[in-house]
């Protein structure tokens, strides 16, 4: 079956713009979830959805949001871009919970903030 | 908030040799999960072992193995026979069950380690 799937992989924005990432999880899966990977940090969580709604949310400014559709797709939003916001961004996607049922993740958006 | 840590920046062994990556994590809370996960440079973070912390057994998948040891909050990763698609960078990572009480949040990954497995 396909995985989870990440659009698009690379992008290059504008320092001031606004950015949406987008995750179609595995079929059937109902969790999705968004990490933020740099080299100075590491990865670090963002947030995670399910069924619709945000089940918890990372130490992250409020300029970064994120939402579900009844479909599970699930979208990442960063208004305006800082420097800073370049990073991988990964979609992980879960049955239902993660812990119990296991993370399937993305490849990735290479997000480079100019 | 819990913490991993990663002390091995980066390994190299020789092909069929067997590499142990070390991991400490810190919590208060008793039931978690823990997990290591292997990105090469295809960018994609895949599972390669899981442990739940109330099993006394530790984890195996083939050539992978891990030594969970709960009351020193340490959890490594063996990796026997050795082979070069192993090379890639590998993460310890916690998470707390949704039922443990410390809330629903996400993976909290170590920094890595950088494996490379040279032929």
């Known amino acids: 079956k396909a995985g989870v799937t990440q659009t698009p992989r690379y992008l290059i924005k504008t320092r001031g713009q606004q950015v949406t990432l987008s995750c179609s999880p595995i079929?059937?899966?109902?969790?999705v979830s968004w990490y933020q990977q740099t080299p100075g940090q590491g990865l670090q969580f963002l947030f995670e959805y399910f069924s619709e709604t945000q089940r918890n949310k990372g130490n992250f400014p409020g300029r970064f949001s994120g939402r579900q559709f009844s479909n599970s797709r699930s979208e990442m939003n960063v208004s305006t871009l800082e420097l800073g916001d370049s990073a991988l961004y990964l979609c992980?996607?879960?049955?239902?919970?993660?812990?119990?049922?296991?993370?399937?993740f993305g490849s990735g958006t290479r997000l480079t903030v100019v | 908030a819990q913490t991993v840590t990663q002390s091995q920046p980066e390994m190299s062994v020789q092909e069929a040799e067997t590499v142990t990556l070390s991991c400490t994590y810190d919590t208060s809370e008793n039931n978690y999960y823990l997990f290591w996960y292997k990105q090469p440079p295809s960018r994609q973070m895949i599972l390669v072992i899981r442990q739940e912390a109330y099993k006394q057994q530790n984890a195996t998948e083939n050539r992978f193995s891990v030594n969970f040891q709960k009351a020193a909050k340490s959890f490594s990763l063996k990796i026997s026979d050795s082979q070069l698609g192993d090379t890639a960078m590998y993460f310890c990572a916690f998470r707390h069950t949704l039922y443990s009480g410390g809330g629903a949040d996400g993976l909290t990954f170590g920094k890595g380690t950088h494996l490379i497995i040279q032929p």
């Open positions: 992980a996607s879960s049955l239902r919970d993660g812990a119990n049922y296991g993370y399937t």
């Open positions: 079929s059937g899966h109902r969790s």
